[in-house]
């Protein structure tokens, strides 16, 4: 996903469509999220943590405010 012109957009680094499938639409249907963080260093994604839906999440980061996750 890292092509010059993904890069170029702001936010474009994040995969903000993977976050949007695999953790905030579950939690927005009340089913568990299975978080996969990505390490950097090691350029890899981590085993999926399972992450119970609550009625309150808070999500926070340099690029939560993606304009493909506002809706």
Known sequence: ???PERLSQ???????ERF????LLP???GETAHVRKYDC???LLLEPVAV???R????EG???LHPLLAP
């Open 56 to 59: 309150v999440a808070i999500v």
């Open 10 to 16: 702001p936010g474009g680094n994040v995969d903000a």
């Open 52 to 54: 119970s839906s609550s």
């Open 41 to 43: 260093q090691e350029d």
């Open 27 to 29: 939690a927005a249907r």
């Open 62 to 64: 340099a690029y939560s």
């Open 1 to 3: 996903m890292r092509t």
């Open 20 to 23: 949007l499938e695999e953790v």
